[in-house]
């Protein structure tokens, strides 16, 4: 226990983390891909922004059976980037050495580039150039998302509503925003959390309000999903989290939600590796 505590100690919220810099070979060769042994690429390009590249690491030995964990940074849509991943990221590789890993920039919002659908865009043409090229890279076409706070929203959203292929096994959020239309978000008073809010750029219309929010898209097809939230979390309400638990319970869906009554928006110590075993044994069971 204290060899694991100690690796993942800091999992949460790691902004400082210097990024790959890595590019992915214009001429890689297709024996370096051979599936008996692990592979790893980084800054591969899926557009013509700087922002659009992905992190990839392939496990030794995979097959076409091999499936793939999609993480998502957090940074309130404005921030952040894949590097912030990973120390999950190197728990994944570590205590779920079978699965691939795609660690995923996304173009960041700012005044004149809203998030939506902007980012939802992004994961997509991502998912497509995985569907593209999973022959060469030897893996399945079903997927996980672990997102973490703007991330996690991003995971559940895309999860729920744009998987066309229904091939999104499992979605994990980690303090992730589930619903713009809680009164908590529309009535507070929190000058922070507002610019969060209004960084967001959405059209304050219900109905646009509802299309960016996972709470208002989850179906009876939504994945299973499991959610962690922090009981004194100055950005997301606990009624992120319940609403959200309380919808994938009226819809069927298999769930697991876990509130840390005393931690804000990211956490450390016991609770932490509590977070990192009960994300281990989803992801083992789901995907």
């Known amino acids: 226990m204290k060899r694991l505590l100690s690796i993942y100690l800091s999992l949460l919220f790691i902004c400082l983390i210097a990024s790959c810099d890595s590019e992915r070979s214009e001429d890689t060769d297709l ?15 899926y557009g013509n922004h ?10 030794a030995n995979r097959t076409m059976d091999t499936k793939t964990i999609v993480l998502l940074h957090g940074g309130g849509w404005t921030s952040g ?5 990973s120390d999950i990221k190197n728990f994944i590789k570590d205590q779920m050495p079978s699965y691939a890993i795609v660690n995923i920039n996304y173009r960041l919002a700012d005044e004149n580039n809203p998030p ?20 060469y890279y030897t893996i399945s076409e079903n997927l996980g998302f672990v997102g973490l706070s703007a991330g996690a929203h991003l995971a559940l959203l895309w999860s729920y509503a744009f998987d066309t292929a229904h091939n999104v096994d499992m979605v994990a959020s980690i303090v992730g925003p589930t619903n713009f239309t809680d009164p908590a978000y529309l009535n507070n ?12 750029g959405i059209n304050t219309s219900t109905d646009s309000l509802e299309e960016v929010s996972p709470y208002h898209k989850a179906t009876s097809s939504a994945p299973p999903t499991i959610l962690f939230y ?15 638990r309380d919808k994938l319970e009226e819809l069927n869906i298999t769930h697991q939600y876990t ?22 044994a989803f992801i083992e069971t789901h995907l």
């Open 31 to 45: 024996e370096s891909l051979n599936p008996i042994t692990s592979h790893e690429e980084f800054n591969i390009s």
């Open 259 to 280: 509130l840390y009554p005393n931690e804000g928006h990211g956490w450390t110590g016991l609770n932490l590796l509590d977070t990192t075993i009960q994300l281990k």
């Open 50 to 59: 700087s922002d659009q590249v992905f992190d990839l690491y392939l496990p």
């Open 230 to 244: 922090g009981g004194e979390d100055p950005l997301i309400p606990i009624t992120q989290g319940t609403a959200m």
């Open 81 to 85: 980037d894949k590097a912030d991943m």
């Open 189 to 200: 008073t929190n000058l922070v959390l507002q610019q969060i809010l209004d960084s967001y």
């Open 116 to 135: 939506y659908p902007m980012q939802i865009n992004d994961i997509t043409s991502v998912i497509n150039f995985l569907d593209s090229n999973q022959s």
